[in-house]
């Protein structure tokens, strides 16, 4: 039988950390005489006891490393956990939200999608605001440790090609991966500390540039205002969209380019594609627009820009004219969403590697048409796909569409419109954070949509953000089989 107590030592630890961390907000709180610091006081404690309970009650001596079974449901755990102890504060104290609905923005913290339930953002506490930007930040963490470490080991979605990067993790070198976590870890908070700086030197006042630092490079697309970025001045827009960029790249190269080798980063393959890919589609719609309005063309590019960016980085922030582009602007951002950006980032969706190499293999299989006997070989990056990672590519894009097909017709099962239900998929399975359709006009939130549509887009988020299959395979009874 499968040995669940590694998991859940684990898991436990993590739980405990998350109920540690809780103290900042509620610190922030107390600090500026808001009486919701008792909330945070009062999760905290319940936080920190319950993951310190389960991990002494799964402690084991000298346990040997995880196998890739108890990875999986580490990885999967963690996911599940964290957003019920995330939400304690939001139920406890302001917004005083139902638990589903807080487990809700729990969840769209912690996955860096960035779909909000809150109404009247503006007036909750400093704490909270921090708190939201925080599960940002952590998931957006978690995310890059697990793309990283975890899933190019577990072979989900074509993710083993990376371990010819030296990033295997398990059995005798695990040390490796505490040494790659450290570096990671600086490399993320340096960014983010860069961000929360160039935001306040750019005018921003300086808890909501520590709020949207956090969020930025977690693309994750919490804002402490209803309005997102919109009513900032274009010098902050400029700053965002560079850092949306920076926050989306492989973190690999960041930790290559602190060991001084930073031609690895101009030089993959997904950097360049994914600035190629982004910078067309921001022409092709900048052009669009200033053909089709009276705008001028310095706001028209800058809009543009921060919001397409903002869609293919999965963050999720936006400026309030949007939604007004019009038909053809709404389809590309709906498919740069589809795509997304690079794996080994915090962003989600296909991702542009495994998009690139489909559309290879898909060309490779048009030359042998032609000629038969020809030999054509499929390389990414210089490197060679083997069939086991095109297979598993191609396995995650069938997973991925038949997925949020499913989301969005059980979505619609439950009374929601079809706009609504198409654009509730798009948004969650792909972590984007836009939220479009008649069930947000009201007030550009999602806590219109039913109780069971909001459960089904919490989960599609957590299939989302932990690349489907990992989630799928659990389900095999063969998983569960010695």
Not at 20 to 32: G, N, R, S, Y
Request: overall charge neutral; glycine content about 10%; some cysteine.
């Amino acid at each position: 039988m499968l040995d669940l107590r590694p998991v859940g030592f684990v898991v436990g630890l993590v739980v405990a950390a998350l109920g540690a961390v809780m103290v900042m907000p509620m610190f922030l709180d107390l600090a500026l005489g808001d009486p919701n610091w008792r909330a945070f006081q009062e999760a905290a404690i319940i936080t920190i006891l319950s993951g310190a309970f389960l991990s002494l009650a799964c402690h084991q001596p000298d346990a040997p490393p995880p196998s890739l079974r108890q990875a999986f449901l580490l990885t999967i755990g963690i996911w599940l956990t964290l957003p019920v102890f995330g939400a304690l504060p939001f139920v406890i104290g302001k917004p005083d939200a139902r638990f589903l609905d807080a487990w809700y923005e729990a969840v769209s913290g912690i996955t860096t999608t960035g779909a909000s339930v809150f109404v009247d953002i503006d007036s909750l506490p400093a704490g909270v605001h921090l708190w939201r930007a925080m599960l940002n930040w952590l998931g957006g963490l978690g995310i890059a440790f697990i793309a990283m470490i975890f899933l190019p080991v577990m072979r989900v979605g074509g993710m083993q090609f990376f371990r010819t990067e030296g990033f295997d993790t398990f059995g005798k070198v695990l040390p490796r991966a505490r040494d790659i976590a450290i570096e990671l870890f600086m490399v993320y908070s340096g960014l983010t500390l860069l961000c929360i700086l160039v935001y306040a030197g750019l005018g921003m006042p300086r808890l909501e540039a520590l709020d949207h630092g956090l969020a930025t490079i977690a693309t994750g697309g919490f804002s402490p205002r209803a309005s997102s970025f919109a009513g900032y001045a274009p010098p902050i827009h400029y700053a965002a969209t560079a850092f949306m960029l920076l926050g989306s790249l492989p973190y690999i190269r960041y930790v290559q380019l602190m060991r001084g080798d930073a031609r690895a980063l101009l030089a993959d393959a997904q950097v360049r594609g994914y600035l190629t890919w982004v910078g067309c589609a921001v022409l092709a719609v900048s052009v669009w627009r200033a053909a089709t309005s009276d705008q001028a063309a310095e706001p028209v590019l800058r809009e543009t820009m921060f919001n397409l960016v903002s869609v293919m980085s999965s963050t999720g922030f936006s400026t309030e004219t949007f939604p007004s582009w019009g038909g053809f602007a709404m389809m590309v951002a709906f498919w740069l969403g589809i795509v997304g950006a690079c794996s080994g980032s915090s962003a989600a969706g296909l991702s542009i590697f495994r998009v690139q190499v489909l559309l290879r293999g898909v060309w490779a299989e048009i030359k042998r048409m032609h000629a038969a006997h020809r030999v054509v070989p499929l390389k990414y990056d210089g490197r060679p796909v083997d069939a086991d990672t095109m297979g598993a590519i191609t396995l995650y894009l069938g997973a991925f569409l038949t997925t949020f097909g499913v989301i969005a017709v059980l979505i619609l099962d439950t009374g929601v419109d079809v706009e609504s239900a198409l654009l509730a998929a798009w948004t969650t399975i792909g972590n984007i954070g836009y939220g479009y359709g008649p069930l947000l006009a009201r007030t550009g939130t999602f806590v219109d949509y039913p109780d069971l549509a909001k459960i089904l887009m919490a989960l599609a988020m957590i299939l989302g953000r932990l690349s489907l299959l990992s989630v799928f395979v659990i389900v095999l009874p063969r998983f569960w089989r010695v």
